[in-house]
């Protein structure tokens, strides 16, 4: 039967061969496809990988690293400043970086920038600034530095209850000067980034350490960091501390007695330097006016400085000391010379007179020093030639920085002896036609305290370098013989002879119970603007015990209003502090006899 349907198993026969052959090509062709597919992928992959490693691979690992990322300081905490015993005259206390991430205050940026102006005092319009991003992808901007923690942390919490969110706050220590205006004036102060003065800014690398930083992946959106992404963290390294000789006990003393003495002469200023005579370590030196170090800006700008060393003056009848004992060391005067002495010495430019009227006067070299007598000064000096003067006053040190660590000081004025006319040479002897500043002068009399041996002064226990690359500091101090220890001690039993109370010159200066050595000076005070002499500098330095001397002390008042010189104004105040120091470091008296040297003769 032809017409017949063929049975299912013959119909599924003869398709099946037909399955077959039409399916065979597909997949292999899938499988080429997909081959090239993968080569094309994977050539764009190695391109690029030899364009990120083998073309420019720094830039492009920039870019990663930069996208999202953010950058964190982290503050080192400042080095403290010390006195001889450890305590503190400039220190860290915890304050608050006010930060913000411009992403979350971007659009409520006039709000947060009000209330963080009233709040922390800032300027309005530069944290409006910081709010906004100063770059257009910023996330971390400073609004302000150094807050107190407590006024920080409740600036804080105002915003929270504003609903005002990215402020954050981060570690950022406050300087702080604990006795406020005590040896501000070497201490310096601080900016809110920078030190401004003193030894905050000479010492400032070894006191600021280094900054570190954390640096994270963020979200782009919120400035999160994200998890399990890179980071990295730098720990700051914090400074070192800065050990001085200063003895903050004694500091503060002295600086309350020399602004007694400034207010109650109604003067222009005053210094004074307190020194332990065998080793020249700097045990005090005040400035009067002065500031407190935790507001500089409520001071006069001209009261920032130390004037005991950024200021020149000439240091008048103290000098004669150091006349007195150059000529003892070389052998053309002794203590018991004898001289005539007129009222009035008539010399090449001007007469020289004395601070008393007197006719001819009969004195010894002691007697010319205890009275403090000019004329005599200079007959003595005519032993010496200029340049023989000077040679002996540059080994005292003056002409010279004393270079202690305090920036600005001033050399003085000491013409060289070649360039020196016989009338300058004059003046110089009594202390006049030259300037000096507190430390050099303090240090040239405590080389007559000294027996005769110039130890460089220091303010700075063991050594420390000045950001300028000078290394200062007690481990480097020198010694230096500069006259005898016969020239030193003739010297210092005639300078006995000026608080004897029967000389009358300086009986205020005495200590009771020990033997004090001392020399009064006033001079006139030279006026920048007029360029002449205006006004006096009155002063006194001396020493105690005179015949084993511990403490050397030199005090200075500039302008005083009230009439009076070196021995009634500066002489009780040098009393008061060489009391002071004899007492604190416990020195006994010496029990020795006083001066017996004539001042007259017959």
């Known amino acids: 039967m032809s017409t017949s349907e ?5 119909r599924r026969e003869q398709s099946l061969p037909r399955k077959r052959g039409a399916s065979r090509g597909a997949p292999m062709m899938r499988l080429r496809v997909g081959f090239v597919l993968i080569a094309m992928v994977l050539s764009l992959f190695g391109a690029r990988l030899v364009q990120l490693q083998g073309v420019d691979p720094r830039s492009y690992a920039e870019m990663a690293s930069a996208e999202g990322a953010v950058k964190v300081p982290l503050v080192a905490e400042r080095g403290d400043i010390l006195d001889r015993n450890g305590v503190p005259l400039a220190g860290s206390i915890k304050g608050k970086m006010v930060v913000a991430n411009p992403v979350l205050t971007r659009d409520r940026a006039p709000e947060i920038a009000q209330l963080l102006s009233e709040q922390l005092g800032i300027d309005y319009f530069k944290a409006l600034d910081a709010l906004r991003g100063r770059s257009e992808d910023s996330q971390f901007e400073y609004v302000a530095r150094r807050v107190p923690s407590t006024l920080a942390t409740d600036t804080l919490a105002q915003l929270d209850e504003a609903g005002l969110e990215g402020i954050e706050l981060r570690d950022d220590p406050i300087r702080d000067y604990p006795a406020d205006d005590v040896a501000a004036n070497v201490i310096g102060y601080m900016g809110t980034d920078e030190p401004l003065g003193g030894f905050e800014r000479t010492f400032d690398k070894q006191l600021a350490g280094v900054d570190g930083k954390a640096t994270w992946q963020s979200s782009s959106t919120k400035g999160v960091r994200i998890p399990l992404r890179e980071s990295t963290l730098v720990a700051p390294q914090d400074g070192k501390p800065l050990h001085t000789t200063l003895d903050r006990d004694l500091q503060w003393f002295t600086q309350k007695v020399l602004a007694q003495a400034v207010d109650t002469y109604r003067a222009e200023s005053g210094a004074a330097a307190v020194l332990d005579s065998r080793t020249g370590e700097i045990l005090a030196l005040a400035d009067v006016p002065t500031f407190d170090a935790n507001d500089p800006l409520g001071s006069d700008e001209d009261d920032l400085g130390a004037r005991s060393l950024n200021d020149a003056y000439e240091p008048g009848s103290v000098q004669k000391a150091l006349t007195a004992a150059s000529l003892i060391d070389a052998g053309k005067s002794f203590p018991r010379q004898k001289f005539k002495v007129p009222g009035i010495l008539r010399r090449q430019d001007r007469p020289i007179g004395d601070w008393f009227d007197h006719g001819t006067i009969r004195l010894t070299l002691a007697g010319i020093i205890a009275k403090s007598s000019n004329i005599g000064t200079v007959l003595a000096a005519d032993a010496f030639t200029p340049p023989q003067l000077v040679r002996y006053l540059r080994r005292f040190g003056l002409g010279s920085r004393t270079d202690i660590g305090v920036r600005g000081e001033s050399p003085g004025i000491l013409t060289p002896g070649a360039q020196m006319t016989s009338q300058t040479k004059d003046r110089v002897a009594f202390g006049q036609s030259l300037s000096v500043n507190v430390v050099q002068m303090a240090a040239a009399i405590n080389t007559i305290a000294n027996g005769g041996v110039h130890v460089s002064p220091s303010i700075i226990t063991g050594s420390a370098t000045t950001d300028d690359g000078v290394v200062v500091g ?13 020239a030193a001690r003739g010297t210092a039993k005639m300078m006995e002879k000026v608080v004897d109370p029967d000389v009358q010159i300086a009986p205020r200066a005495q200590v009771p119970g020990y033997l004090v050595a001392g020399k ?5 005070r030279v006026d920048p603007e007029c360029g002449c002499y205006q006004g006096f500098s009155v002063s ?8 084993d001397a511990r403490f050397t002390v030199y005090v200075v008042i500039h302008d005083p209003e009230v009439d009076g010189g070196g021995g009634s104004i500066t002489g009780p105040v040098f009393s008061r502090i060489m009391g002071y120091v004899l007492g604190r470091y416990g020195v006994a008296p010496t029990g020795g006899a006083p001066s017996r040297l004539p001042i007259e003769w017959r």
Request: cysteine-free; proline content about 10%; glycine content about 6%.
């Open 540 to 547: 006194f330095a001396g020493f105690a015990p005179a015949d």
């Open 520 to 524: 009064t000076g006033t001079a006139q």
């Open 474 to 486: 007690t481990d480097v101090a020198t010694r230096e013989r500069i006259v005898s220890k016969r």
């Open 6 to 10: 063929p049975d299912p198993k013959s």
